[in-house]
């Protein structure tokens, strides 16, 4: 695990001292060891810088970047498979000078070329230059669990693992992208490709970019997609089979993901995901496999007790750290810096802390992100197919008149409910979902902190909404269910550019890889092709997996409704962060900023403290936004 960062530049204007800048700004991601490559040609200059996390092959034969004929790579993730790959290579007569994962990328690409993707299983962003051709290819694994930034402004092309490093370089032009300041207040994270400052991008995962330097030119290139196997029939197997099968499966890819020399822990919430990690690992293994789970300063969303007695059932050695509020509080002052684009996933401060703690026993943890996307573990899928086709089936005059009315008579005027917990909010998704109940619409309901028109209220310019894959439509209607439909668009939405990204910097703030088993590429590719009720069975979500976790711990220590990694926001909100608050949603600072609607802002943060306590996740919303702002504009 590490980071990367570097340019492209035709007006010929930057320098490896801008490199090591732009290099040492990812040092939390690679504390073991720093290299660069520049390199000046007639018409440009390229620059490759890496930071080292050291994980396999801990000798300077894995040092980086890494050169081989006329390639030079940098390299951020791990492959999984590269002893396989590597033994195939050397039956074609290769010589490796070490034995590191990086140089088994770019001998497998001096072989084949970039189709060598095809053979790779693992988390990756990497960069590699082709001296002989003049071409670079940038590539992001196919789940996009390693992240990778690029900017394109006329002559000067910049990439890295965190938006920081582009800070560094003198000719990185901050504009706020004021789209996406709408997307963020939207969805709580700018949705890929965009990002928050222009002409800056995120990769799409499963796809490269495939730069030909002597055109200036780029073009973006997929090579894996998920809803390639979604567009499949389901397979005709019956449900024991599928157990076994999927059994089999997850438990190659747990174990892929425990080649390292050095130590590996598993995050064990409790849940079904990671107990299934845990428990699979457990059942192969020797010695007793370390477990983390962390107890949040909360009753009623802490999954401890439950973690520690699964671990005493698998007989994993386990640690548990008791997180106090004071602890959780004094890391969010630093979330702007580590999270480096407005993101506002509170669950991102309990992550850092069982990062944090885990740091001290291992390098590498195994967490378990993927499995409710991949198995159909979220509420969100209960109410698409309990309420889905319900909604679709009022009659379209009754739905016309119901959502005139609610148009014209605001939620504030209705007697008692008003004063509910949440009307007000449930009130605006029904309006809007009695006006357009298409599964699409729903989807994006469930994903929304605000609709289009409420964004708009609080924004002080006019915005155009994104083009996402929140508004894919990709799952072609031969093969549409609305539960495939969703998971696969949570698959390249919420866990993309929320999970994924908040474990990311999570574990990098500590510098701990953060390792995802659920994310297997085999994995998905045989849960897509599964008949949907093996996966929601009667209202139960994650139906095959829980099955399987049974055979290895019993259903009483996991039948428990789903609590989730989170903290008592409303609670911090009202007390611990009021001053906080306070001075960041300022009307006078809000107004001389000029981003945000001041009035807008002054009014919610108003009925927040007035008992309005179910707008706690706008609040932070906003909240994340102006720390953001200040840390980097």
């Given at each position: ?83 396989e790959i590597k033994k195939e290579l050397e039956g074609l007569g290769h010589l490796f000078q070490g034995n590191s994962d990086t140089e088994v990328i770019i001998q497998a690409y001096a072989q084949w070329g970039i189709a060598c993707l095809q053979k790779l299983i693992g988390m990756f962003a990497f960069v590699l230059y082709d001296k002989n051709k003049d071409e670079v290819f940038m590539v992001r694994d196919r789940a996009g669990v390693k992240p990778f930034f690029y900017y394109w402004d006329k002559k000067m092309f910049l990439f890295a693992s965190e938006l920081k490093a582009f800070h560094q370089h003198p000719h990185f032009k901050k504009n706020l992208n004021e789209n996406a300041v709408a997307a963020f207040l939207q969805y709580g994270h700018v949705p890929t490709p965009y990002c928050i400052f222009e002409n800056t991008y995120k990769l799409t995962p499963g796809s490269y970019l495939h730069f030909k330097i002597k055109t ?418």
């Amino acid at each position: 695990m590490c980071g990367i960062s570097g340019f492209i530049d035709f007006s010929k204007q930057s320098s490896q001292t801008i490199l090591q800048r732009m290099n040492s700004t990812l040092l939390h991601r690679g504390s073991d060891g720093a290299g660069d490559f520049f390199y000046e040609a007639d018409t440009y200059q390229i620059g490759l810088a890496h930071r080292r996390l050291s994980i396999i092959d801990l000798n300077e034969t894995g040092a980086q970047p890494m050169h081989f004929k006329n390639g030079c790579i940098i390299f951020n993730g791990e492959i999984y498979n590269y002893q396989e790959i590597k033994k195939e290579l050397e039956g074609l007569g290769h010589l490796f000078q070490g034995n590191s994962d990086t140089e088994v990328i770019i001998q497998a690409y001096a072989q084949w070329g970039i189709a060598c993707l095809q053979k790779l299983i693992g988390m990756f962003a990497f960069v590699l230059y082709d001296k002989n051709k003049d071409e670079v290819f940038m590539v992001r694994d196919r789940a996009g669990v390693k992240p990778f930034f690029y900017y394109w402004d006329k002559k000067m092309f910049l990439f890295a693992s965190e938006l920081k490093a582009f800070h560094q370089h003198p000719h990185f032009k901050k504009n706020l992208n004021e789209n996406a300041v709408a997307a963020f207040l939207q969805y709580g994270h700018v949705p890929t490709p965009y990002c928050i400052f222009e002409n800056t991008y995120k990769l799409t995962p499963g796809s490269y970019l495939h730069f030909k330097i002597k055109t200036g030119t780029f073009e973006e290139i997929s090579y894996w997609n998920v809803y390639d196997y979604y567009n499949k029939n389901k397979l005709d197997i019956s449900f024991e089979e599928a157990r076994k099968k999927t059994d089999t499966i997850l438990e190659k890819a747990f174990q892929y993901r425990m080649v390292s020399d050095v130590p590996v822990g598993v995050f064990l919430s409790g849940g079904y995901d990671s107990a299934c990690v845990a428990a699979l690992l457990q059942k192969n293994s020797t010695q007793k496999i370390k477990t983390f789970t962390i107890e949040v300063p909360h009753k009623g969303l802490n999954e401890a007790p439950f973690a520690k007695k699964i671990a005493q059932h698998i007989g994993t050695e386990h640690f548990e750290f008791t997180c106090t509020s004071k602890e959780a509080l004094d890391l969010i002052t630093d979330l702007p810096y580590y999270y480096d684009e407005p993101f506002a996933d509170s669950s991102a401060i309990p992550t850092s802390l069982v990062c944090k703690m885990a740091h001290k026993q291992v390098t590498v943890a195994l967490s378990a992100d993927g499995g409710d996307e991949v198995f159909a573990g979220y509420n969100r899928y209960d109410y698409m197919m309990r309420y889905g086709k319900k909604l679709q089936q009022i009659p379209s005059s009754f739905k016309s008149v119901a959502s005139s009315f609610m148009r014209a008579v605001s939620s504030e005027k209705i007697p008692i409910l008003k004063n509910k917990y949440n009307f007000h909010q449930r009130y605006e998704k029904i309006k809007n979902l009695l006006q357009d109940a298409s599964y699409q619409n729903i989807a994006l309901s469930l994903s929304q902190q605000w609709n289009e028109e409420q964004v708009q209220s609080f924004c002080n310019f006019t915005y155009t909404p994104f083009k996402t894959a929140y508004h894919s439509e990709n799952v072609l209607p031969h093969f549409f269910t609305p539960l495939s439909y969703m998971m696969a668009l949570d698959y390249q939405t919420y866990l993309l550019d929320d999970i994924l990204q908040k474990v990311d910097r999570a574990s990098m703030r500590f510098s701990l890889e953060g390792r995802e088993p659920f994310l297997d590429q085999n994995i998905i590719e045989w849960a897509a092709q599964l008949p949907d009720h093996f996966k929601y069975n009667k209202g139960v979500k994650k139906y095959i997996l829980k099955e399987i976790v049974h055979q290895y711990i019993p259903k009483q220590l996991m039948d428990r409704p789903k609590m989730g990694f989170a903290i008592p926001i409303e609670d911090w909100l009202l007390y611990d962060l009021k001053d906080k608050v306070f001075y960041y949603l300022d009307k006078n600072r809000i107004n001389k900023q000029g981003v945000l609607n001041a009035e807008a802002v002054e009014k919610i943060k108003q009925q927040f403290y007035s008992g309005k306590k179910e707008l706690a996740l706008k609040i932070w919303h906003l909240l994340m936004f102006e720390m953001w702002y200040e840390k980097w504009m």
